[in-house]
């Protein structure tokens, strides 16, 4: 890279730190998506501020690239942005130019697919038990008959959300973090087992309640197992490839099992989130969402932005040949979400306007900005008064900032460590002054670790 001759770096969030030495542009694809942001290690970063940081330095163009921008991008690019961008980036006198570049068409003129919303508790009124709404399975034998593709989304892997006694309620939870276990199908016959999708803790099910001895042990909830495993019995002449962390951890599984699907060796796609780009494929005429409640009324001010774009961008990839738009079902027990609604008429501009509006009746992105900030160990009391005692330095003066917490994490114990957290909010345009690290971390016992997430996606 530093010899300085004329070549292109291609890589994933870290690529943005490539040390070339004449760098010229920087291309963003799917810049809304939340993979460029680092928050499991420090330093936390977001590619996307690294890359325009550094194309601030360079002098040179960065491109973003989405069918579903980010509403920080989509704001800071199309509406007066005095207070959307980041403090440093930008001078008051020479600000940078943005432009936004539109394809309000698919290649070719080729229309959007039109998209049913299935509600599920009508399917359910009228005795369908199966994962499956009748539209769907009409289409699935469409399928059959036409000898098309089809994709199914679910936002799970495995086959059970958890595993429950019917006869206590009694729910099998993992030893060492604060979450249910996954029930993982393997093959007929074969050991059940359960797992942690946090620490990857691995038990075997148990025969009776581990609480009151009872048998009656019940798999719920859907993941990509089942739903692989109600295809195969539902319709036997489907081939089904599964998509998702569990069948791609080997080298090259993910281009091998594109590659397969690409070549006409399958006929259905099932996968998780990881599908639901990139995809075209010109005989993928259906893209069923098995349930989309799964990324609704999460506790998160993020949570309808990427419900939004997941559903969105699973949705496009129906339709993609010359002789059919294909078609998109997505069953859900909410059909008058609003995000559901949006998404029916691929009404981006809808959705943008409406969850701006709400985010700045209360001060989120872009019209506030956040920090969080993270304590983990391994004593619970220990990491509550640590918490405790920021909260008190941290609590200011004035109203120069919000402060929210200290505060359980949503899943207090993760990999046997417990964690707190604190969140500070504040206006984007006049700057706060707030401790150093340094500072921070002199307040912590060397048993209890701090990490600062600036700008945080999750919490």
Aim: a neutral charge.
């Amino acid at each position: 890279m530093l010899t300085g001759v004329p070549q292109i770096a291609i890589g994933t969030r870290s690529a943005v730190f490539a040390p070339l030495p004449k760098l010229g542009l920087i291309i963003l694809d799917e810049e809304h998506d939340s993979s460029f942001k680092e928050d499991q290690r420090s330093p936390t970063y977001h590619a996307r501020t690294v890359a325009a940081w550094r194309a601030e330095l360079e002098n040179c163009p960065l491109l973003l690239g989405s069918a579903t921008p980010s509403l920080l991008t989509w704001a800071s690019v199309t509406r007066s942005a005095e207070f959307l961008s980041f403090p440093g980036l930008e001078s008051p006198e020479e600000p940078t130019p943005k432009y936004y570049l539109s394809l309000p068409e698919r290649i070719a003129q080729r229309p959007m697919p039109p998209v049913e919303i299935v509600d599920m508790r009508r399917e359910f009124q009228a005795g369908n038990r199966s994962i499956f709404s009748r539209s769907l399975q009409k289409e699935l034998q469409r399928l059959i008959h036409e000898q098309k593709q089809g994709i199914l989304f679910i936002h799970r892997r495995g086959h059970s959300t958890f595993v429950a006694c019917r006869s206590c309620g009694y729910v099998m939870e993992c030893p060492h973090c604060d979450v249910s276990l996954s029930y993982h199908y393997t093959q007929s016959g074969a050991t059940q087992l359960l797992r942690c999708h946090y620490c990857n803790y691995t038990e075997v099910q148990p025969q009776q309640c581990p609480e009151c001895n009872s048998p009656y042990l019940k798999h719920f909830g859907s993941g990509t197992q089942k739903v692989a495993q109600e295809l195969a019995k539902h319709y036997p002449s489907l081939r089904c490839i599964r998509f998702d962390s569990d069948t791609t951890r080997t080298k090259d599984a993910h281009r091998k099992l594109l590659a397969q699907f690409a070549n006409g060796k399958a006929d259905i796609l099932l996968g998780t989130q990881m599908i639901t780009k990139g995809l075209d494929i010109a005989a993928v005429t259906l893209v069923g969402v098995v349930s989309a409640d799964g990324l609704l009324n999460f506790a998160d001010y993020r949570a309808n932005e990427r419900a939004f774009q997941i559903l969105a961008q699973v949705a496009g990839r129906a339709g993609r040949g010359d002789d059919d738009p294909g078609k998109v079902i997505i069953q859900t027990y909410s059909p008058e979400h609003p995000v559901i609604q949006t998404v029916q008429h691929h009404d981006y501009w809808s959705f943008v306007d409406r969850e701006l509006a709400e985010r700045a009746e209360f001060n989120y992105p872009p019209y506030g900005r956040l920090i969080l900030l993270r304590l983990s160990g391994l004593d619970l009391g220990e990491v509550e008064a640590t918490a405790q005692k920021l909260a008190e330095v941290l609590t200011p003066e004035n109203d120069d900032y919000q402060l929210l917490g200290p505060a359980p994490a949503t899943i207090l114990r993760v990999a046997d460590r417990y964690r707190w957290q604190i969140l500070l909010k504040f206006s984007p345009v006049n700057p706060v002054k707030l401790p150093g690290l340094m500072e921070l971390r002199s307040h912590c016992p060397s048993s209890v670790s701090i990490m600062v997430d600036v700008d945080p996606i999750q919490w």
